[in-house]
């Protein structure tokens, strides 16, 4: 058997590639192999949104996922809407005055970098000109972002929110989707090009001179297939460190376990034409005196009294009649493992802790406390480089490339990176943002220079 290029992992990093390398560029013998059904790993997993707003260092970030979002409305042009993109937003909210002062530098920073105007209102006769997302579509939506630093204003337009938060930043190229949806018209669209997929895991990369020339794939139906390809991407998510080896390439990958809840919000409590709202504060758990004394008294329960991280959010999740939220705090992130665990590691505390946490930011929601509901726990892994940016290029022998490391950003990343990485294969003209996703920058001794300094945030 042959292929052009042999693509390992059929979730949206690999799909999307897959795409652009088909649809985009006319390559027509595309394999893509993974032992799963596609997009069941970690791309059903996520909150599905996307967002342009990164306050970063420089404007890579900002520039690719804004051409990603660009690809996801044209293709949402193309399929009658048929993933539901929405712009709805993100909220960053705070009750803390620092942190207040810092959305307004990560304002300015983020607009100079290409994310749109900032529109701040110190008033709520300023706010009156405050446009709501509408609840569903993308158009005629405004760009940038809105920045409200009133506690009378933000308790007009956000009344459901904690009284105690003082500044609400509201970040508008930002939306969800379905990312199931998005990734099956983009597969339906390049099989119709000509990519087939393959049920198998990959064994081997043959690269003994140096160069790839065959993958070896395990089939589910028990064969053994030999493919001669000059060509072999690397989009296994969790994996790639592992089939990165298979490339001779030795990635700089660690994985954390990310959880998410849904729970019916029956009581009506969150707006279900807000955004996805983010308490961009550090929080101590409420417990009451006796609880606390006895949770502190234990070694195995003391860090449920301490200080939790900052980053809680949540989503309403479906329209009409659904009352549905989706809620994540990540508060394992400081766990890491090099090769991810499946099933994944159990958190029978998680619905209760992440509902605890939100009271902080909807504090309707305590009312919830006395009698848990019932909430769905699922989760993935975010595989990360150490400045959470991914890899996308050449990688181990000649003729092998990576397009992996999308941590908590794949679905809106993988349409830039997939167009990235197919004309890094075809030679096609590349975007300025090349180079900081580049798996080279880590032979550069003044990125290195720079890695050592990153901060606690995980963002360069």
């Known amino acids: 058997m042959t292929a052009d290029v042999v693509i390992c992992g059929a979730g949206i990093a690999g799909i999307a590639t897959a795409y652009a390398l088909a649809v985009t560029h006319g390559v027509r013998n595309v394999l893509l192999v993974d032992e799963r059904a596609p997009l069941t790993l970690t791309s059903d997993k996520s909150t599905e949104a996307y967002r342009n707003w990164w306050p970063g260092p420089d404007d890579a970030m900002v520039q690719m996922v804004n051409r990603s979002i660009d690809l996801l409305e044209l293709w949402s042009a193309q399929s009658g809407d048929r993933f539901g993109l929405n712009r709805r937003g993100y909220l ?27 529109r701040t209102y110190h008033s709520v006769h300023e706010a009156a000109g405050y446009r709501r997302s509408p609840h569903r579509g993308f158009r005629d939506v405004p760009n940038g972002a809105d920045l409200f630093l009133d506690r009378d204003a933000i308790r007009q337009h956000f009344p459901w929110m904690h009284p105690e938060i003082v500044a609400v930043l509201h970040a508008r190229r930002c939306g969800w989707f379905s990312g199931q949806q998005l990734g099956m018209y983009l597969l339906e669209e390049a099989r119709a090009a000509g990519v087939q997929l393959v049920s198998g895991h990959v064994e081997r990369v043959g690269h003994s001179t140096g160069t790839v020339d065959a993958v070896d794939v395990a089939c589910s139906d028990g064969r053994v297939l030999h493919i001669a390809t000059p060509l072999f991407v690397n989009a296994a998510g969790p994996y790639a460190a592992q089939v990165g080896a298979l490339a001779g390439a030795e990635l700089p990958l660690f994985s954390e376990a990310h959880y998410k809840i849904a729970i019916e919000d029956t009581a009506g ?13 550090a929080q101590l758990l409420a417990w009451s005196d006796d609880e606390r004394d006895e949770l502190a008294a234990d070694d195995a329960t003391r860090w449920l009294t301490e200080p939790m991280p900052a980053g809680i959010h949540l989503r309403p999740e479906g329209y009409g009649a659904s009352c549905t939220v989706l809620m994540l705090w990540d508060y394992h992130s400081a766990h890491r493992f090099s090769v991810p665990a499946y099933p994944m590691p159990d958190d029978a505390l998680y619905p209760e802790l992440v509902l605890r946490g939100m009271t902080s930011l909807a504090p309707g929601l305590a009312a919830y406390l006395e009698r848990l509901p019932h909430a769905y726990v699922d989760g993935g892994y975010y595989t990360k480089t150490a400045e959470n940016r991914p890899l996308v290029g050449p990688s181990g022998a000649r003729g092998a490339f990576v397009c992996a490391a999308f941590s908590g950003f794949g679905l809106m990343a993988a349409p830039a990176c997939g167009e990235l990485l197919a004309a890094q294969i075809t030679g096609a003209t590349r975007p300025a943002y090349e180079p900081a996703f580049l798996p080279t920058r880590y032979d550069d001794p003044a990125y290195v220079a720079l890695l050592a300094n990153w901060g606690s945030t995980g963002q360069l």
């Open 269 to 281: 409590v969150i707006d279900r034409d807000t955004g996805l709202v983010i308490l961009d504060d």
């Open 92 to 118: 960053y909210a705070t009750r803390d005055a620092a942190t207040a002062a810092r959305f307004v530098t990560d304002a300015a920073r983020a607009s100079a970098q290409g994310a749109g105007d900032v």
